[in-house]
C-alpha cells in the first residue's frame, strides 16, 4: 500500500485543504511540527513515518501562476521523490516539471483542457511520468466537461484508462480535510476490479487507519493524507502493518 503525504503548497507555506475552498485555506497546524514551511513539514514527515515520497498540489500553480520550481528542487535535494499538480492544462505546461526531474506530473481533470491533451502527454513522456487525477466535487468531475462529451466519473476514468493512463488518482475535493471519509469507495473498486492493471489511489477525507484498510480492500493501491497524519489518527506503527 504506497502512502502519500500531501502538502498544499499556497504563497510559500503549506495549507490545510478544507473541501476544495482555497480561498479558505489557512496555515496548517501540526503535531507533528509547529512550522508551515515545506522543508520543515517535509523533514517532520520523514523523522515521524520515514516517507520517501510527497505529494504537492502547488495551488498557486492551480490558479494560473508559475509552478514553484525552486520549492520542488529543495524538496528532491531532501531525497524525496515527487508527485506534483501544478494545474496543468496543456501538453507545454508539463516541460517544466519534467525538465526539473519530478517523477509524478500530476494530470487534474479539474483543469486539464481535455482528452487530446491527456493523449498528447502520455505520447510525450510515457505512462511512468504522468498520474491521471480524477478531479470530482460530490462525485460530480470537475473540469471541461463537455471535452469529455458530458461524462460521469465512471465514463471519463474508462476513457482515460483507454488513453494509457496506469496510474489514476481518485479525489472528491469535498472531502478533503473534513474528516468524512473518501466517499469514493465504490468507484474505485469498479476501476480496481474492470482494469486490474490500473494503479488506483484514493484520497480525500482519509481518517484513520480503518479508512485506508477499508479503500485496500476495495483494490486501492495508494492514499493521499494529510490530515490524519498531522492530528496524529494515523500512526507508523498503523502504517507499518499494512
Known sequence: MRILPVMDLMAGIVVHGISGK???YRPIESRLKSSCDPLEVAKAFRDHFGFA???????????????DLAVYAALKSMGYGLWVDAGIKSAEMA???????????????????????LEGLYATWGAHRIAFSLDLQNGIPLGNRAAWEDGDAWTIGRRAIGIGVQVMIVLDLARVGVGRGTGTEELCSKLAADCPDLEVIAG?????????????????????VASALHDGKLRKEELDEL
Open 95 to 117: 516541460t517544466p516539471l519534467a525538465d526539473a526531474g519530478i517523477e509524478r506530473i500530476v494530470v487534474g481533470l479539474e483543469t486539464l483542457q481535455g482528452p487530446e491533451v
Open 204 to 224: 480525500g477525507g482519509v481518517r484513520g487507519i480503518e479508512d485506508v484498510q477499508r479503500l485496500k480492500s476495495c483494490g486501492v493501491r495508494g492514499v493521499l
Open 53 to 67: 515520497e510527497l505529494y504537492l498540489a502547488d495551488l498557486d500553480a492551480l490558479g494560473g501562476k508559475k509552478p
Open 22 to 24: 482555497r480561498q479558505e
